[in-house]
């Protein structure tokens, strides 16, 4: 046991592994900031910034920073050692509260500094803590946003009551489902047939004559908006690797969409 600890001390003594441990340490504290940012909505100029302000702000010197669409690298250094680091990056949601909290982070450590651990600890307490909305005022400005759109479109009165509801059916339906770990295009074509079918029925029941337009429009709150304009964005802005996978993704869920819709009309053809 003697000879182990002599040999962990001759570790915690020599200058370079000590660099690298702290290295280290600095590398996964910003790209756990940066896996935030991507998983809350973030283009991947935001994200690189997030990334490369916090990793300077603990002291290591920017080598490489390489953001796909499911990891992001980092490359940082320190006088003569260098190391690169991977991170996983979960799903990608919409969360522009928890976004503006984490890039204020990033911004706060580049200006003033700070250590891993309170970089950590932050991260994590803004995670835990940053408020979100009740589900069920989620729900219900979901759906009055899709009869909003339905209205737009031309749905009459009756339709618009009806696509209230099936939209906030369907956001709560889909917020269970994302809960559960459903793959999220199987998601897509299950809401969207739920909703589509709440909202058609429900407009013909309330003698509608815009019953296809309300199916239609019950289903809006699929239309995947913030990531179709980041692929924009990471393309326009030099990135078209991560653009490109989020285009496909956008196309995806909306194939899945287009699918489910396609099944509750034919459904409310085939009560006519």
Request: charged share 15%.
């Amino acid at each position: 046991m003697s000879g182990v600890r002599d040999e962990l001390d001759e570790d915690d003594a020599d200058p370079v592994r000590m660099r690298h441990r702290d290295l280290e340490r600095i590398a996964n504290a910003a790209l756990r900031v940066g896996r935030a940012l991507m998983e809350c909505g973030a283009s991947v100029s935001v994200t690189r910034l997030g990334v490369t302000m916090t990793a300077r702000g603990l002291g290591a010197g920017i080598i490489g920073v390489r953001v796909g669409y499911a990891s992001i690298g980092l490359t940082v250094s320190a006088e003569q050692t260098t190391i690169t680091r991977m991170i996983s990056v979960g799903g990608h949601g919409v969360n522009h509260r928890l976004d503006m909290a984490v890039r204020a982070l990033a911004a706060r450590v580049a200006e003033k500094g700070g250590t891993v651990a309170s970089v950590n600890g932050d991260l994590d307490r803004l995670i835990r803590e940053t408020p979100r909305h009740p589900v069920w005022l989620v729900a219900l400005a979901t759906g009055g946003a899709c009869a909003a759109f339905g209205r737009l479109l031309g749905v009459d009165g009756p339709a618009f009551a009806a696509v209230l509801l099936g939209g906030t059916i369907g956001q709560d339906m889909r917020r269970r489902l994302v809960v559960r770990g459903v793959n999220p295009f199987v998601i897509s074509a299950l809401v969207a047939f739920v909703a589509g079918s709440i909202g058609g029925w429900g407009a013909r029941l309330l003698g509608s004559a815009s019953v296809d337009m309300a199916t239609i429009a019950a289903s809006l709150l699929l239309v995947p908006g913030v990531p179709a304009t980041n692929a924009q964005t990471d393309i326009m802005e030099g990135y078209p690797t991560v653009g490109s996978a989020r285009a496909v993704a956008v196309g995806m869920m909306m194939v899945f969409a287009a699918t489910g819709i396609w099944c509750a009309q034919g459904l409310l053809r085939a009560g006519a």
